[in-house]
């Protein structure tokens, strides 16, 4: 199921800036949340396994069931919604994951997205949009009237958008050393510029639930683009001082001011 996958040029210097440790690893499925039969496989290739649960009281009862069985007591690595790569420190040394719907990505795009992934492992930063809010997420749910798949659409989205803060630093400064992942972190970014700056319009119109406009502006978060309101209020330095406080702040006032 688990292939190594080896690291030549920007790649290898970013993982031995970031995160030296990590092992890459190709899979043979595009799964969403690893099965847990496969952590047999992938205790094969690391050194211990460390299975992370989560109070069960951080996930509302109506919450979507692959939530609460990540935060079970099972062996869960990966949530829909995580992308062609996704990475976990549920192992050690720390895993990134390259899922099989990679083959049809361009590669100068999953050079990046695996970049962003070893950037991320070496942020100490949670690993999921739940251990990120932890118990703010009924807050959260509190504050979105909308129903759970949405409440877990918006999260996840605010969570990626908090991550972008975090790491749009060190992208912007890989012009110089790095700049073919620099060049395709911008043409990422340039190639997100026009829905961005259209989703006023998109939402006024019905064309683009709130939900979808919130993922694709916290996207572009970390490209530097700039954002609409309601969502320009999440690119401020405050968002990653104050992390899921300020999402649920941010929330609540939005759909206050939505009603």
Not at 106 to 134: C, H, K, N, S
Not at 161 to 168: A, D, E, I, M
Not at 182 to 200: F, I, Q, S, T
């Amino acid at each position: 199921m688990f292939e190594r996958r080896s690291l030549s040029g920007e790649l290898a210097a970013i993982r031995a800036a970031h995160a030296p440790d990590v092992i890459i690893l190709d899979v043979d499925s595009d799964f969403e949340t690893l099965p847990p039969a496969a952590a047999e496989d992938l205790g094969l290739l690391v050194d211990a396994l460390d299975p992370a649960t989560y109070p069960a009281e951080w996930v509302p009862d109506d919450a979507p069931r692959p939530l609460r069985r990540y935060a079970g007591s099972a062996f869960t690595i990966g949530l829909p919604g995580d992308g062609t790569v996704t990475w976990t420190r549920q192992t050690d040394p720390p895993v990134v994951f390259c899922k099989a719907r990679a083959e049809g990505t361009p590669d100068a795009f999953l050079d990046l997205l695996i970049a962003e992934a070893l950037v991320q492992v070496g942020l100490d930063a949670p690993e999921a949009f739940l251990p990120f809010f932890a118990d703010h997420y009924p807050d959260l749910d509190a504050a979105v009237p909308l129903d759970p798949a949405s409440v877990y659409q918006i999260g996840a989205a605010l969570y990626d958008g908090w991550l972008g803060l975090r790491t749009r630093p060190t992208f912007e400064a890989w012009a110089e050393e790095y700049p073919s992942l620099h060049d395709a972190w911008v043409d990422a970014g340039d190639r997100l510029r026009d829905r961005v700056a259209g989703l006023p319009g998109a939402v006024a119109r019905g064309e683009t639930e709130f939900p979808d406009a919130t993922e694709l502006a916290c996207a572009a978060i970390k490209h530097g683009l700039d954002l609409p309101a309601p969502f320009a209020a999440l690119d401020t330095a405050a968002y990653v001082d104050y992390g899921a406080d300020y999402a649920v702040r941010w929330a609540r006032k939005t759909f206050e001011t939505l009603e």
